[in-house]
């Protein structure tokens, strides 16, 4: 069984930063897609960043070029770095992988985390 745990969440006033962290532990063989995911409230949730294990990422418009996503392969571990954040981004954050547990290919989601943007 594999187990997402997000982290960083937060209230943050509009232009502000904020780090997301997610780790993923358990049967995992190896991770090929991780990323995140948004919902707000009374929207659908949306595709916010992706990064493969080849390296590529893709981005939503509406964050490119104020969100970074990164991972670290070694510790099972993605990152979303937000910068000028505003208030439409206000949402609830998920992680998501695909992975392999050395039996099965698996799609992984987190539990949320809350990130509001507010003065």
């Known amino acids: 069984q594999v187990q997402l745990v997000e982290s960083g969440g937060g209230l943050v006033q509009p232009g502000g930063s904020l780090r997301l962290s997610c780790v993923a532990s358990?049967?995992?063989?190896?991770?090929?897609?991780m990323g995140w995911h948004r919902q707000a409230p009374g929207k659908q949730r949306e595709l916010v960043a992706v990064s493969t294990s080849s390296g590529g990422t893709n981005y939503a418009d509406s964050v490119t070029g104020r969100f970074t996503i990164s991972r670290d392969n070694a510790k099972n571990t993605v990152y979303l770095q937000m910068n000028s954040l505003k208030p439409e981004d206000t949402a609830v954050y998920y992680c998501?992988?695909?992975?392999?547990?050395?039996?099965?290919?698996?799609?992984?989601w987190g539990q949320g985390i809350q990130v509001t943007v507010s003065s």
């Open positions: 998501h992988v695909h992975l392999f547990t050395g039996r099965q290919f698996e799609s992984v």
């Open positions: 358990g049967s995992i063989f190896n991770i090929n897609v």
